[in-house]
């Protein structure tokens, strides 16, 4: 149920179309929740049916405008209570980790560059993110709401430098194997 959150979440930042929330995902918001433009919609579409946000009313009608929704009180609400519910850490699931313990079975063919492949790809997210952490964090920024948005960026900085120092050492362990 963290999508139609998600959405709340972010509607409540700034009001938005379904067009705008895609591209707040994918610059936001999708770093730690991902979304597909259609269950962008889809969301949409049952929160306003929940009434816990409505479309904004349009300057003047014309067929096929976009929308812009806001939260309604019902929504902030349901938020709320969501935000200060309990929950269980989910437990791991990733392909990567269950591919290696595959390789322990039926030989390590292609690991090592899958392994540098995804390396790669976790500087660069973490180049993306410490990017973003100078950019949008400068100090000073000491308010609940900075605060807040600040240790969910440094939660994907700590997750990606774990990832690029486990890489790393997981490259070596197989490079001294070799030897």
Do not use: C, N
Request: hydrophobic share 40%; aromatic share 6%.
């Amino acid at each position: 149920m963290s999508l139609p959150h998600a959405i709340l979440t972010a509607l409540l930042e700034k009001p938005s179309s379904g067009l705008e929330l895609t591209r707040r995902f994918d610059r936001s918001i999708g770093y730690f929740w991902s979304a597909t433009h259609q269950q962008i919609y889809r969301e949409l579409g049952k929160l306003e049916r929940d009434g816990l946000i409505r479309a904004l009313p349009a300057a003047q009608a014309t067929r096929g405008q976009k929308k812009d929704y806001e939260v309604l009180p019902a929504g902030r609400t349901e938020l709320a209570r969501w935000t200060a519910a309990s929950q269980d850490p989910k437990p791991l699931r990733d392909t990567l980790l269950l591919r290696l313990r595959a390789a322990a079975v039926v030989g390590t063919d292609g690991i090592e560059a899958e392994l540098r492949r995804h390396l790669a790809l976790h500087q660069r997210q973490l180049a993306e993110y410490e990017e973003i952490e100078r950019r949008d964090f400068p100090p000073g920024r000491d308010a609940i709401e900075d605060r807040l948005r600040h240790v969910v960026l440094r939660a994907g900085i700590d997750l990606e430098t774990f990832w690029t120092q486990w890489l790393t050492r997981t490259l070596e362990e197989l490079a001294d194997a070799d030897s």
